[in-house]
Antibody
Framework: HVQLQQSGPGLVKPSQTLSLTCSISGDSVSNNRVVWHWIRQSPSRGLEWLGRTYYRSNWYNDSALSVKSRMSINPDTSNNQLSLHLNSVTPEDTAVYYC???????????????WGQGTLVTVSS | DIVMTQTPLSLSVTPGQPASISCKSSQSLLYSDGRTYLYWYLQKAGQSPQLLMYEVSSRFSGVPDRFSGSGSGTDFTLKISRVEAEDVAVYYCMQGLHLPLTFGQGTKLEIE
C-alpha cells in the first residue's frame, strides 16, 4: 500500500523559492511502471497540473508551460523522495500542492491512484 | 490546452434520487490505441482527490456500482443512480490524453 507523505514550509515570501518534498513508502521513485506528478489546487485556478517525472532507463520530465521556467521536479533515489522547487513565487502561487502517483498497468491502462495529503503553501510577506 | 467544462457546477439531490454530471472536452479524448482518456475524481471536504472512474466507464477498485460513467469523443457523463449521504463531495473530470493534463472546474454535490 503506497503512501505519499508531503513536507515543507507553509509560508513562503514573494520572490523566494517554494520547496516541497514527497516521501514515498510502499513503492520506489524509480519504478518504471509509475509516473510522479505535482498538482496544485486553488480557488481561483482549480486543479492545475504542474509537471511530472518518471524513470524509463533514464529520467524524464514534463512541465506545464505556465511554470516551466520556474519549476523543477527532482527524484531523490537515495531517500526515495520526490521534490518540487518553484522559484520567484508570487501570491498567485498560493495553493494546496499535491504529489500524485500515476500507475501504468501492463494492460496500458493508467490512473492517478495515490495522492499525498496536500500542503497549503501561502505566498505572503 | 484541452479545456474541460463541467455542468452543473453545483447540484442538490435528495437521498435515493439520481444525479448526473456532464463533462465536455474541447478536443476528442479518443487516442489511436482505442482508449479514451477521461477520468472522474471526487474530493471530499478536507481530503485529497480520489479516483472514481477511468477510461470513461471503468470503476476504480472499491467504487460502488451506483456510480457509472458514459460518453465518447468529447461528451461524457457521470451518473449516480441513488445518491447517498456519503456522496457529498466535489466531482472533477480530467483528461489524460494531452499535456498539460487538465481538469474540469468541479461540481459540488450536496444533499437536500
Amino acid at each position: 500500500h503506497v503512501q505519499l507523505q508531503q513536507s515543507g514550509p507553509g509560508l513562503v515570501k514573494p520572490s523566494q523559492t517554494l520547496s516541497l518534498t514527497c516521501s514515498i513508502s510502499g513503492d520506489s521513485v524509480s519504478n518504471n511502471r509509475v509516473v510522479w506528478h505535482w498538482i496544485r489546487q486553488s480557488p481561483s485556478r482549480g486543479l492545475e497540473w504542474l509537471g511530472r517525472t518518471y524513470y524509463r532507463s533514464n529520467w524524464y520530465n514534463d512541465s506545464a508551460l505556465s511554470v516551466k521556467s520556474r519549476m523543477s521536479i527532482n527524484p531523490d533515489t537515495s531517500n526515495n523522495q520526490l521534490s518540487l522547487h518553484l522559484n520567484s513565487v508570487t501570491p498567485e502561487d498560493t495553493a494546496v500542492y499535491y504529489c500524485v502517483r500515476e500507475s501504468v498497468r501492463s494492460s496500458g491502462t493508467n490512473w492517478f491512484d495515490s495522492w499525498g495529503q496536500g500542503t497549503l503553501v501561502t505566498v505572503s510577506s | 490546452d484541452i479545456v474541460m467544462t463541467q455542468t452543473p457546477l453545483s447540484l442538490s439531490v435528495t437521498p435515493g434520487q439520481p444525479a448526473s454530471i456532464s463533462c465536455k472536452s474541447s478536443q476528442s479524448l479518443l487516442y489511436s490505441d482505442g482508449r479514451t482518456y477521461l477520468y472522474w475524481y471526487l474530493q471530499k471536504a478536507g481530503q485529497s482527490p480520489q479516483l472514481l472512474m477511468y477510461e470513461v466507464s471503468s470503476r476504480f477498485s472499491g467504487v460502488p456500482d451506483r456510480f457509472s460513467g458514459s460518453g465518447s469523443g468529447t461528451d461524457f457523463t457521470l451518473k449516480i443512480s441513488r445518491v447517498e449521504a456519503e456522496d457529498v463531495a466535489v466531482y472533477y473530470c480530467m483528461q489524460g490524453l494531452h499535456l498539460p493534463l487538465t481538469f474540469g472546474q468541479g461540481t459540488k454535490l450536496e444533499i437536500e
